[in-house]
C-alpha cells in the first residue's frame, strides 16, 4: 500500500547516538547506507522532531503535538521550515531516499565479494602482521575440546575492547579441519526479514574464502517471508567480519567453503508471545539449515557471531522524544534555542 506523503516518515534505517561536543548534548547520525555525506548532528529538539515523524502525523498534527509539549504556539511554516532542513539533511522517506537507496542497493548486488572495513583499523591490514597478531590470542588460551567442534559460539566486540574470550573460542579449533563453516551473526542494520544469507565470497587481509552458492540457493529458496529483501546488510558488518579472519587462518583461507547468515530481531515474536507463529514462519528455512548441518560427506562447522546484549546509549536506547501530547520531556529552553540555531547542522568534521 502506498504511503501518504502528507504523512511525515523518518528514514527507519539511521542509528542515532548521544554525543557531547563543546559541552553540548547532540545527536551524531550514522547513516548505514552512506546517502548523508560527512558527519551530522543533531540538536536534541531536531532529534525529537524527528521521533514524532512516524508516518503517522500531518504537519498539522505534528504542530499541534509541539503546541502541547511546549505551551506555545508556533506557526505551521516555521515547523515546515524545519522538516524541509531535515529532508535536505537525507533524514526523511522521500522520492529521492528511495531512488538513492535503490541505486545503492543494485551497486551492492553486483559485487562479487565482500570486502571488510575494519582491516588495518581494529586490527592489523596486511597478512604478515594479521597472522602473528592472531597467534598471540590464540595462544593465549589452552583448548579444552578433544574432539572436533560441531559449533562454536565468539563475540564480535570490537578487539581493542577485549581479545580473550576471542581466544578461548577459537584456540578450539587448532589442529582440526573442516569442508564448510555456516557463518552466522548479528545483523546490526537489518531492517526487514529475520536472516540475510548471501552468495558474496568473503574477502579479508588473508585471502577469499569461497561461499557455498548451492547451500546459499537451498536456503534462499527455503525462507519464503522471513528473509531480507536484499543482502546489503553485510555491507560494513562487522559482526562476521571479526569471525572469518580466525576461521581463514585456522582453516587455511580456501580450504573451506562458508555460508554467511546475518540473523535479525527477534523483536516482533518476543512481545507478541508469539512462538507458535515463529515456528510456523521459519520451520522451512531451520529445517533446510538443519540439513546443510548435518549433510553427510560435509565436515560442517556452525559458527555464530553473538554478543549477548547490546544494551546501552551506544546503541541508541535513549529517549529521544518530545513524549505524548500531555507530556513535558522536552523542556521548553530546548525548543527555543532550536529556533535561534540550525536544527541540523555539519560539525565534527570526518
Known sequence: MKRDPSRLKVRSDLNLHPIQHEGENLILVEDPLGLIQGQLVLTQFAAALLSLMDGNQTLGELVEIVHQATQKKVPPDVIRRHIDELAQCGLMEDEKYFDSRQ???????????????????????????????????????????????????????????????????YSQLKGHGYDRVILMGTGHSIRDGLYCPTWKDLSSPLGTSPTDKEAVQLLMSSGDGILSDNDYAHHGEHALEFQIIFLQHLLGTGDFEVIPILCGSLHSYLCGGQRKEFIEDTQAFLEALRLLVNQPGKRTLVVGGIDFSHVGTRFSHSNLGIGDAGGNSMPRSGFDRCFHRVGCRQVLEG
Open 103 to 169: 541505486a545503492v542497493f543494485d551497486d551492492f548486488k553486483r559485487r562479487e565479494s565482500l570486502t571488510f572495513r575494519n582491516a588495518g583499523t581494529t586490527y592489523p591490514g596486511k597478512a604478515d602482521e594479521l597472522r602473528p597478531w592472531l597467534d598471540r590470542i590464540l595462544d593465549s588460551s589452552t583448548p579444552s575440546m578433544p574432539h572436533p567442534p560441531r559449533l562454536i559460539i565468539a563475540p564480535h566486540i570490537d578487539f581493542r575492547v577485549n581479545t580473550e574470550t576471542y581466544g578461548k573460542a
